[in-house]
């Protein structure tokens, strides 16, 4: 996850927010793993999983979804991702200025 680290450092400022959605395990263990990883963006615990896997439909991770700011889901992503690759600095960029628009 170093690489979310840093796409949420770099743009947050500009809109950008990260949840880490942690799916089935318990806070001592996760809030170790936060810290031990050095994990900065908000992780939120779902504790039985319906949430992520029922409302939403998350059945494995990571899974990255990309919503604007009127709430409206935009994207979905199944699988680990480099968010230090150019085209997904690119990516989050072009959202972030048209959503901005809005």
Do not use: C
Not at 54 to 63: E, F, H, L, M, R
């Amino acid at each position: 996850m170093p690489s979310v680290n840093r796409l949420y450092t770099e743009f947050k400022g500009q809109g950008l927010e990260v949840l880490q959605i942690n799916i089935r395990e318990g806070a001592d263990l996760v809030k170790r793993t936060v810290r031990e990883r050095g994990y900065v963006a908000p992780v939120v615990l779902d504790h039985t999983g319906d949430v992520a896997g029922k409302a939403y439909g998350v059945w494995g991770t990571p899974t990255v979804y990309l919503i604007n700011r009127q709430g409206q889901l935009i994207g979905r992503m199944v699988g680990a991702r480099d968010w230090n690759r150019p085209e997904a600095r690119d990516l989050i960029r072009a959202l972030l200025q048209e959503d901005a628009k809005s």
